[in-house]
């Protein structure tokens, strides 16, 4: 099973599958430049590997139990300009949206299971492409400095993703939780890639070592 990581998604067969977009997080033109940016990242993804199907997993939009204006706005005008056939996998975020806009609690590929990530999954039923975690870590240098980086974990039962969103980060996989049901406890044996828009991930090493030179330098 080849699953290629790049942008802040990933690419399986010709399915694109990104998460967590929160469109239209607020109606400030920030937001609207967001929006433009995520539509050309999509649409450069599908030309350069001839995507045929775009697949969203979850937090389409932003708030969590209302539909904004502008938030319906920001999702018509995504889904209408990526030029590609969509599935829309439902989020904890996405409550009213899916009486809208038609939208899954998965999809399967082969042996593919795609789900945003917010309810327990079954990794005897097959590998899951999940979301929900926003995970990142933080990474600091001989000076001090500290910087944030968007990260995949891997593991052999599951693949999660960074938000799509550029504004929108999350926790620090290293000092807080995941919010995935029943993940943290494999977290160790999970390898972690650092994401970068528009470039292909960037492999730094398994959790559990990289966890214990950041302990052993503090």
């Known amino acids: 099973m080849k699953i290629t990581m790049y ?9 694109f599958v990104i998460s967590d977009l929160h469109l239209g997080i607020n109606s400030s033109t920030i937001s609207n430049i967001v929006l ?3 539509i050309s990242r999509v649409r450069s993804v599908i030309e ?10 979850g937090d389409l939009k932003h708030s969590i139990n ?5 938030e319906l706005e920001h999702v018509k005008t995504f889904l209408n300009k990526i030029d590609s056939n969509v599935i829309l996998i439902k989020g904890n975020h996405d409550a009213i949206l899916d009486k809208h806009i038609p939208m899954l609690n998965e999809y399967k590929i082969d042996n593919v299971i795609i789900t945003h990530g917010h309810k327990i999954i079954n990794a005897k039923k097959g590998f899951y492409i999940l979301g ?3 995970p990142y870590i933080k990474i ?4 001090g400095s500290i910087a944030r980086f968007k990260v995949f974990i891997k593991h052999k039962d599951f693949i999660i ?3 799509y969103n550029p504004i929108i980060w999350g926790e620090d996989i290293f000092t807080k939780q995941l919010i995935i049901p029943n993940i943290q406890e494999k977290l160790n044996d999970s390898d972690i890639f650092i994401a970068h828009e528009n470039e ?3 492999k730094i090493g398994r959790f559990k070592h990289i966890y214990s030179s950041k302990k052993s330098s503090i």
């Open 7 to 15: 942008d802040l998604g990933i690419i399986y067969k010709q399915f």
């Open 36 to 38: 433009k940016e995520m």
């Open 48 to 57: 350069k590997f001839n995507i045929k199907t775009v697949i969203i997993n």
């Open 66 to 70: 209302i539909l904004k204006p502008y």
């Open 132 to 134: 929900h975690a926003h």
């Open 140 to 143: 600091r240098d001989e000076i």
């Open 161 to 163: 993703l960074p938000t």
């Open 200 to 202: 292909y991930a960037l």
